[in-house]
């Protein structure tokens, strides 16, 4: 059998049939338009997806189930999504209204919780009972593998590491909270950093990576030139891995999970990124002396969210 997963993103919906080992072997996209009405977007999903088993010779005898992962919150009971902010979507079916189109079981679940799926599947978690997805980018996402299944919490609204609290009437964040781990941990958190030293560091390489003009200054550009040695990104790139160090040491010291997977745009910058936090989490595991998770970097890349999608149940 074969299942149907989806990655619903703001400006593009990717979806593939997937087989039992995770592999993609058709795939379809549909172009996010936010103006139409949410049965529309729905009807063009479900019609993506049953050309999509047509053009690869399927029948729907073949698939088992659909799955979605959408940028928000989803109530795994009932399959509607609570909230989806890009798409402006606010308690709608998404279950009862794809049903209409192709009568499977449909699923739905946060999108970092499905790409932790995947990686535990089909990635680089593959085989662990127990994992924790972060996705560091804009801000931090993350999912959570227990006994080989999706954690998301009693009432679907679990596993938001990103909005827990890192520092006491710390930085204000966009949830309302102040001190939130992703106003530390993200790329957005790399840059505000960035910027606020640059105002006394104007020597800095990092005024040439963004030719002067702070606005245009990433992640990226941070952790390069803190590759290269300058200072200031070396002190940005440290307090950076330090937030990240005690946040996954705080998941650690909770969950005890066998991997903590790190993926996301900032995760990218691969082996200086690894190496760092490696060093850093032992600082703050609490029982020091007996072994704890391995930390990777996340494998499947864009494929994930489709991936791990299908792998709902
Ligand atoms: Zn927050």
Same mark, same amino acid.
């Given at each position: 059998m074969y299942r149907i997963g989806l990655d619903i993103g703001g400006t593009g919906i990717q979806m593939g049939i997937v087989d039992e080992k995770g592999h993609i072997l058709e795939r379809g996209e549909v172009v996010t338009n936010t103006s139409l009405p949410f049965s529309e977007q729905v009807r063009q999903m479900a019609e993506c997806a049953l050309d999509m088993v047509k053009k690869g010779g399927y029948? *729907? *005898?073949? /698939? +088992?189930s659909i799955g979605a992962g959408v940028p928000g919150v989803a109530d795994q009971k009932t399959g +509607? &999504? /609570?909230?989806?902010?890009n798409l402006g979507? =606010? #308690?709608?079916?998404f279950r009862e209204e794809f049903r209409k189109y192709i009568d499977k079981p449909v699923f739905v679940d946060n999108d970092a919780t499905v790409a932790g799926l995947a990686e535990s599947v089909a990635g680089v978690s593959a085989g662990s009972s127990s994992s924790v997805f972060i996705t560091i980018g804009t801000g931090i996402g993350s999912g959570i593998i227990l006994g080989g299944r999706v954690w998301s919490g009693a009432h679907g609204v679990g596993s938001e590491l990103g909005h827990s609290i890192l520092e006491l009437d710390g930085e204000p964040c966009t949830c309302g909270? #102040? !001190?939130? &781990?992703e106003r530390y941990c993200s790329a957005t958190a790399i840059i505000r950093m960035a910027r606020e030293l640059l105002g006394r560091h104007p020597e800095s390489m990092l005024m040439d990576s963004c030719e002067g003009d702070l606005k245009k200054l990433t992640a990226r550009h941070v952790i390069d030139a803190a590759r290269e040695g300058d200072p200031t990104a070396v002190k940005v790139f440290r307090r950076f891995i330090k937030a990240l160090g005690q946040t996954i040491a705080n998941v650690i010291n909770i969950l005890d999970p066998e991997v903590i997977v790190l993926g996301g745009g900032? +995760? =990218?910058? !691969?082996a200086f990124l690894l190496d760092a936090v490696r060093a850093e989490v032992p600082k703050y595991i609490l029982y020091k002396e007996l072994p704890y998770a391995h930390i990777e970097l996340a494998r499947l890349g864009a494929d994930a969210g489709i991936i791990g999608a299908a792998m709902l149940s």
């Open positions: 029948s *729907l *005898l073949d /698939i +088992a +509607a &999504v /609570i909230y989806c902010t979507w =606010k #308690h709608v079916p909270n #102040h !001190g939130c &781990v900032v +995760a =990218k910058s !691969g």
